[in-house]
């Protein structure tokens, strides 16, 4: 074969990137255009409610306690910004919500001053859902104000240090972009507060610095931990031979390698590094060791996975039908593929044993089913010149292949022999390392990131965790669980149909969950877990809204009643002899409108169960580029995206991560949108409510470092495309939705928040009233309550009602002063009355809400009438935008209280309406003697801005 042919092969044949990186300077420029068209936004009175979840958290990626300020700690969450407590955690503030990049690698406080906080932003870990950051910040005021200290092109930090001599002097460890070659990597010094920096330690543009530890007894002394790792869309290398550990005497002026006694080579992974405060000389390293286990675990099942990979024919054919059998169905086979059958298409050559390999591929059992040798504790009792493995055998069930998501270490600060391992799940060692114990307890997350141990009290821990916070005083014998941040990393949301209706969602390594509509404070916790593993999708039956699909990475889906009853695995697998499905991920499903059985999964190819999961069948071809090669060990040429049309059954759209669309009407695929997906992955689409032909397309350019905005409209089924990005800011895209009343008005989802377009997608503007500045990474409209849920990765779900939508037009905008429609209310004998005598400050009684617009922000006057007389009126401020006004259905006591004029003989009515109208109204007296509404006909007239509204309405009377 030619060189030119081979050449093409590999071109045509092997994944690629499509699209270039985005530069710092772009990425900060297209977050100040985003600041200033968020001043120009008029939504400051049209704010989101917080519905949580609290109950699980999300990834903490770094904490902090203060000694002499026992109350007081500090978390940073990898997507959930940073968060400060001065009450030992019953409560907790944000202190990082409004930025160009909420996600966070490491954090220091200055040593002399717990008001004055560095902060590195881009997580450390290598996560599918690890977000870049945008450099250094510094706040001297606690963490109220910031300012942008440069790095900006570090992406990824992992460690920031001040000298405790020297307070300008801060030192940064960058580990540089997760999806591409970078040279803003390893060890970067300021000696002026991070006005400059310098580079002191760097060691190729694959290579990073994941930890830096200081001497306490000598600042200019630091031991840095260099880690070789690349990552792209479809494989992972978390090992190389960059991975070292390096000394400096001098304040990183120089540096040397110390690596005697580690296993240094290709397959040296991800190192953290502990120095003991008890005994500097003697320093830990945990280090991932990714060489083969020459011991694995001995396995005593007659045939396992890895035991039939090592088998021949002969070997097969000799085993016992019934532990063949049991392997069968252990591993997901269809019914219909028994010992028997096998066995007899293996003796007629019908069938391989390569085709029983393929069958069970599988990239979540996958992760697990490598033999590598994984975490490893290492010791130095010379202040890190040598280091010696401190355990004879492999730590069993520790972390396992994946020891490139964890590597921390934590010393205690007055026994040198007592150190902490994070992974999964806690180890402790009270003997230097020769013997650990488990310190997990059942209310703690299995994954481990981050710990403070109190210099003065070492059994006085805080433990960071994919599950948030945690705390102990006895050494990790017990903890408390601090559960009251709304910190969720969401992937998917969805509703049922239930009054008042549900959300569910799938979260990041925290599971499926279900929970109320209505906002959640921060004591209440009524959410309820329905899954686990990294929650995936969600489609919930409207026949019951208790038939729930659910499921995990990776395709992994079942079929519940969430109310409690049946579970079945739906797990769909090919046929033999066939192309194994491969699965994302997050594994799209779709539950048919039209007909409440019929369930669609995407992998590489569209499945559709005709019976609610039990059975299934492919009804497309491959629609990747099926890459025959270069796919590596991460799931790759799969189906990211999926919607069924509201308008007719059979017509589906699907989207690729490599960059495919395609359109089916009920029979045949057509490839569409081949002008603009460039290869990229297909984050999200949307079917117009209201137009058959209109779809939306989101792309996302994340797992290229290409930070720009993809988003598309199509009227005419995928044939021509407009772009919706004119004026949009460059931010990844992930979701977009069509508001269902009013066809100009768009939402779309970010990596750094929500867009609204009022005209189409021809301009869009940031809403940020009650909304951090996290990635939105799903959201639903729902049809009945007209509600947009949002599910952010990294600050759980919000809602945005949308009652006055359907009237926001470029007219309604335009007027100066505006009255929505809203719903009567009804007649309550609660109003005026308290629901206990001790009510909390925050408690507020019941009110109409009235929904106003108003084109600037000034003053109006609210009266309301009833049966022609001014009953209520006072002045209240308002926004420029929509928002509500307030009516505590009070009526004025000189009115509830006013006696009818006296008449005489010839003034007396009939008895008839008039008559009937004319007679006082007994309006309701509250327990402090005020007077409160009664069913009947208002009106309200809303004054100001030079203009007067009003707008009739009823109370409606109690059916009580």
Known sequence: MSLMCSMLLILFSSPQQTTAATSAADRMQAYQAR??????????????????????????????????????????????GLWRTDNAGTTWEPLWDQSASITIGDFAVNPKNRDEIWLGTGEENSSRSSYAGTGV???????????????DESHHISQILVDPSDTNTVYVAVIGRLYGKSETRGVFRSRDRGTTWEKVLYINDNTGVIDLQMDPRNPKRLIAAAWERSRTAWNFVEAGPGSSIYITENGGDSWAKSNEGLPVGDNMGRIALAISPADPNVVYAVVDNQNANPNPKPEYQTITRKKFRKMDKAAFLALEDKDIDDFL????????????????????????????????????????????????????????????????????????????????????????????????????????????????????????????????????????????????????????????????????????????????????????????SREQDQYDA???????????????????????????????????????????????????????????????????????????????????????????????????????????????????????????????????????????????????????????????????????????????????????????????????????????????????????????????????????SFDGGANWVPHQAGLPNAPVYAMEIHPRDNELIAATHGRSIFILPLAWVEEMTAETLDEALYVFKFEDPTESNHWGYKPWAWVGEDWEPAHLAIPVYAKAAGEVTVEIFHKDALVFSNSQSVVKGPQELKWPYSIAKEHAEAKPAKKGKKGKKKKDKDAEDDKPTTYQRGETGDYYAVAGDYKVIVKGFDKTVEKEFKIKASQR
């Open 35 to 80: 600041q200033k068209l968020a001043e120009q936004s008029f939504f400051e009175g049209w704010t989101f409610r917080s519905i949580g979840p609290r109950a699980m958290s999300g990834r903490v990626v770094d904490v902090t306690g203060f000694v002499g300020a026992p109350n007081t700690y500090i978390a940073a969450f990898a997507s959930g």
């Open 137 to 151: 910040y510094h706040s001297e005021d606690g963490g109220k104000t910031w300012t942008h200290k440069g790095l």
């Open 329 to 516: 169905r252990g591993n997901d086979f269809h019914s219909e593929i028994t010992a028997a059958t096998v066995r007899k298409q293996l003796e007629a050559d019908e069938i391989a044993l390569s085709d029983l390999n393929d069958y069970m591929r599988d990239g979540n059992a996958d992760m697990f089913d490598i033999e590598v040798l994984g975490v490893e504790l290492y010791r130095s009792d010379d202040a890190g010149k040598s280091w010696q493995k401190t355990h004879a055998e492999p730590i069993p069930d520790f972390a396992w292949s994946y020891g490139y998501y964890f590597g921390t270490v934590f010393a205690d600060p007055q026994d040198k022999d007592t150190v902490y391992l994070g992974a999964v799940p806690l180890l402790k060692t009270t003997d230097g390392g020769k013997n650990f114990k488990s310190v997990m307890r059942g209310n703690v997350h299995a994954d481990h990131h981050a710990m403070w141990i109190n210099p003065n009290n070492p059994k006085h821990l805080v433990l960071g965790n994919d599950g948030g916070v945690n705390m102990s005083w006895d050494g990790g014998t017990h903890w408390q669980h601090f559960n009251t941040l709304p910190v969720g990393q969401f992937y998917t949301v969805t509703y049922d149909m239930a009054t008042p209706y549900r959300v569910y969602g799938g979260l990041q390594d925290n599971g499926v969950w279900r929970g109320p």
């Open 526 to 756: 009524p959410w309820e877990r329905l899954g686990g593993g990294d929650g995936a999708f969600i489609q919930v039956d409207p026949r019951d809204n208790s038939t729930v699909y659910l499921g995990y990475q990776f395709g992994h889906y079942s079929r519940i009643n969430a109310d409690g009853g049946g579970y079945l695995s739906i797990f769909p697998r090919h046929k033999l002899k066939e192309q194994p499905y491969r699965f994302n991920w997050m594994t799209p499903i779709v539950l048919s409108q039209h007909q409440h059985d019929i369930l669609y999964m995407a992998g590489n190819r569209v499945l559709r169960s005709l019976d609610k999961g039990e059975t299934w069948e492919a009804i497309s071809d491959d629609l990747t580029t099926n890459p025959s090669e270069g796919t590596g060990d991460v799931p790759f040429a799969t189906i990211t995206a999926m919607r069924e049309s509201p308008h007719a059954f059979g017509t589906l759209y699907a989207g690729t991560d490599d960059g495919r669309l395609w359109l089916t009407q009920g029979a045949d695929w057509t490839e569409i949108g081949k002008d603009i997906t460039q290869g990229l992955w297909v984050s999200g689409i949307e079917i117009s409510p209201h137009d058959a032909g209109t779809v939306f397309v989101t792309l996302t350019g994340y797992r290229n470092d290409d930070f720009r905005a993809y988003a598309f409209a199509s009227d005419d089924y995928g044939k021509t495309w407009r772009d919706l990005t004119e004026n949009l800011p460059d931010e990844p895209c992930n979701v977009i939705r069509q508001d269902r009343k009013n066809k100009d008005v768009l939402y779309l989802g970010t990596d750094v928040g929500l867009w609204l």
